[in-house]
């Protein structure tokens, strides 16, 4: 039995691979010690003479001993945690490639030849959205904002395109020239359209960002891995930005499990 761990800065995601099969959990992410591994692996019932090999990435996971209960524990650098995950779950072999991985925050990499670059990342994600919410609609829960903003309308936060010019370029009427800006002169908001606006904003510039990058990197698709394109707002917000661009977004089903099956993919492959 294998098992891999990914120490994210809100969750911590599981994966078990036993038989050729994967089992996924996340927990709250908590410190990172061996107090913590005990307590994932007690809550999920795991039968730890049945562990042979243990994997762990994200946090500040490197501090952590080498072994747990006679148990190698193999450190994997998130970079390749994430470009791994890529691999595994989009089954992308060895050509070139983009990945984001937009969790807590947002991280982009480039996968050629073998080898796994950061291109870069931003600290617009997941946490901005809680964080935010919590301050404008008093609510930091993730399900709730994702009901909200999709009850709302986000054109009486944002000016688009269409409602102070007549054309720019290839840019079509519904695209956003300005996040929030009615807001400068409304008090009187309703928590809907607050939320639809925001995760829009939230998904904007996730997408320029991997938009930008993967125009650098000569590709025209971006993978995605993380919780946060799984909110179906944000999700939008990033394909309209991709869009612009004519670049192509992958949304798989398990995403929000890549970093940790990077890392599981680590330690099958020894």
């Known amino acids: 039995m294998l098992i891999a761990f990914d120490f994210g800065i809100t969750n911590t995601d599981v994966v ?11 927990f709250p992410t908590d410190l990172i010690n061996e107090k913590f591994i005990t307590y994932i692996l007690d809550s999920i019932k795991v039968d730890q003479s049945q562990i ?3 994997a762990v990435t994200g946090g500040k996971s490197s501090d952590l001993k080498d072994s747990y209960r006679n148990i190698p524990v193999t450190k994997i650098n998130e970079i390749d945690a994430i470009g791994h995950g890529a691999i595994a779950l989009y089954d992308i072999n ?8 937009a969790g807590t925050g947002t991280a982009c990499i480039y996968h050629k030849d ?9 600290s617009v ?8 919410a919590n301050h404008l609609i008093n609510t930091k829960n993730s399900t709730d ?6 009850e709302g309308d986000r054109k009486k936060l944002d000016f688009l395109i269409g409602d102070v010019v007549n054309e720019i370029g290839d840019l079509h009427p519904e695209i956003t020239a300005s996040n929030f800006v009615k807001g400068k002169d409304n008090k009187s908001l309703s928590p809907n359209d607050v939320a639809a606006s925001l995760s829009n904003m939230i998904g904007e510039v996730i997408g320029t960002i991997s938009y930008l990058n993967a125009m650098i990197c000569n590709e025209n698709e971006v993978y995605f891995l993380g919780r946060v394109s799984l909110n179906d707002v944000i999700k939008s ?7 612009l661009a004519r670049v192509k977004g992958l949304f798989k089903e398990n995403r929000e499990y890549g970093n940790v099956l990077g890392a599981l993919y680590c330690i099958q492959a020894k």
């Open 237 to 243: 917000g990033i394909q309209d930005r991709l869009n």
């Open 114 to 122: 073998g080898n796994f670059s950061h291109l870069g990342g931003i």
């Open 125 to 132: 994600g997941g946490g901005t959205l809680q964080g935010l």
């Open 145 to 150: 904002i994702e009901r909200l903003a999709k």
């Open 16 to 26: 078990i691979n036993q038989a050729g099969k994967n089992k996924f959990f996340t």
């Open 94 to 101: 060895n050509r070139p490639f983009v990945v984001v991985s």
């Open 52 to 54: 042979t090999n243990i």
